[in-house]
C-alpha cells in the first residue's frame, strides 16, 4: 500500500497492526519521486510481528522521524499475511 503525499509532525509512526504467526508489516519512508529516504528504505525496515496496538516502527538506524517531520513524504507499507488497522505520527 502506498499513501497519497503527506506532511506529518512528532518523531514516531506508530501502527496498531495484527499478524499471523508467519506474517508481517515492514514501512517505507519515500520522497515525493517514489525514491526510499535514506535510512528508512523497506530493507532497513524491521519487521512487526503479531498484535501490536500502539508499536513504533523501526528501521535499522532506529525510529526517530524528527528530520522528516513537516516534510512532503510518502509511506509505502508491505503487509504479508497481515491487516493494518491505524497509524498515527507522534
Known amino acids: 500500500m502506498l499513501t497519497r503525499p503527506l ?11 495484527s499478524t499471523s504467526a ?3 508489516v515492514r514501512v517505507e519512508i519515500q520522497d515525493l519521486a517514489g525514491r526510499a529516504v535514506a535510512g528508512r528504505a523497506l530493507a532497513e525496515s524491521i519487521p512487526i510481528i503479531g498484535d501490536e496496538i500502539d508499536r ?7 525510529s526517530h522521524l524528527g528530520a522528516l517531520s513537516g516534510r512532503p513524504v510518502r509511506l509505502r ?8 488497522y491505524a497509524i498515527q505520527f507522534r
Open 22 to 24: 508467519a506474517g508481517s
Open 56 to 62: 513504533a516502527v523501526a528501521w535499522k538506524g532506529g
Open 7 to 17: 506532511r506529518f509532525s512528532g518523531r514516531q509512526l506508530v501502527l496498531n497492526c
Open 77 to 84: 507499507f508491505v503487509l504479508k499475511d497481515a491487516d493494518l
